[in-house]
């Protein structure tokens, strides 16, 4: 059975989802997107990431004019309409076919698409989505400074990201990204946390840094766990001297790192006490 995706209002078999060529989203990565997580057959943080997507839009000016009420009825459909509850969906918005002149008309009239994957379901007994522990490297790609593109606004351009993936050796899956002053950013696709002397550390997202939801579930866990949070800016040689290190974002949840370059690290204490919260949140919420 072919999976259903959700385009324009309609549900349409995957094999015939398609867009036109002179998409904007297509053409010059003019869209904005959400990934998100189902557990059970619900949107785990839907509010959250919806409100995020608003901000994206409002960071590109692109004024779709569909109502929250109708994006959640398009998401929930979607899982619907599929014989799995527990996967991975992601919702684009562009500003639709347009003339191929770089600045877009301010009337809009937008694509939207919902894709789904079946995922793994998380909670005490779910399994994780990766297969291994993170092996990271800190690439020479630098992060694109906010005042190019904004680095709260979750785009289509991910040509940064790609960039930095590109870089990895065979042994890596995740790239870690700098700043033009050698500053931790984020992953290509997570937002990174260390330990050290007890204390969880992330980078302040006042750097040019997508905070990601994850990153503030954690952080919240995190204070109700009773483990210290500080946020900062943190140079490499910082997150070599850690004690343990982590990754978040949407699909991963937690996410040890046992690399960084030649560094080697342990699965700790913290990170398994996070490891526990979590899914224990999401089986307490959705099983």
């Given at each position: 059975m072919s999976k259903q995706y959700h385009l324009n209002g309609k549900l349409v078999p995957s094999d015939d989802a398609v867009i036109p060529v002179r998409d904007r989203g297509f053409m010059y990565g003019d869209a904005v997107f959400e990934t998100m997580r189902a557990y059970g057959g619900e949107v785990f943080k839907l509010d959250?990431?919806?409100?995020?997507?608003?901000?994206?839009?409002?960071?590109?000016?692109?004024?779709?004019?569909?109502?929250?009420?109708?994006?959640?009825s398009r998401v929930n459909e979607t899982i619907e309409a599929n014989p799995f509850t527990d996967a991975y969906v992601k919702l684009s918005i562009s500003r639709g076919e347009q003339p191929g002149k770089l600045t877009p008309k301010e009337t809009v009239d937008p694509t939207v698409a919902i894709v789904i994957a079946e995922l793994p379901c998380g909670g005490i007994d779910g399994e994780p989505v990766?297969?291994?522990?993170?092996?990271?490297?800190?690439v020479t790609t630098r992060g694109v400074p906010d005042n190019a593109i904004p680095s709260g606004a979750k785009t289509h351009n991910y040509l940064n990201q790609?960039?930095?993936?590109?870089?990895?050796s065979e042994t890596?899956?995740?790239a870690l990204l700098l700043d033009q002053s050698e500053r931790l950013l984020e992953g290509a696709t997570s937002n990174c946390f260390f330990v050290q002397d007890k204390t969880l550390h992330t980078p302040t997202d006042s750097l040019s840094l997508l905070p990601g939801i994850t990153r503030k579930v954690v952080i919240r866990?995190?204070?109700?766990?009773?483990?210290?949070?500080k946020t900062g800016s943190y140079g490499t040689d910082a997150l070599k001297a850690a004690d343990e290190v982590f990754l978040t974002n949407s699909t991963w949840e937690v996410r040890p790192v046992t690399q960084i370059d030649d560094t080697e690290f342990s699965i700790g204490p913290i990170t398994e006490a996070l490891q526990t919260a979590y899914s224990e949140m999401?089986?307490?919420a959705y099983y």
């Open positions: 959250a990431h919806l409100d995020r997507l608003e901000r994206s839009c409002s960071m590109l000016s692109l004024n779709h004019g569909i109502d929250r009420s109708e994006l959640i990766w297969d291994t522990p993170a092996a990271t490297e800190i790609i960039l930095a993936r590109i870089e990895l890596a899956d995740e866990l995190a204070d109700k766990h009773e483990i210290p949070v999401i089986q307490s």
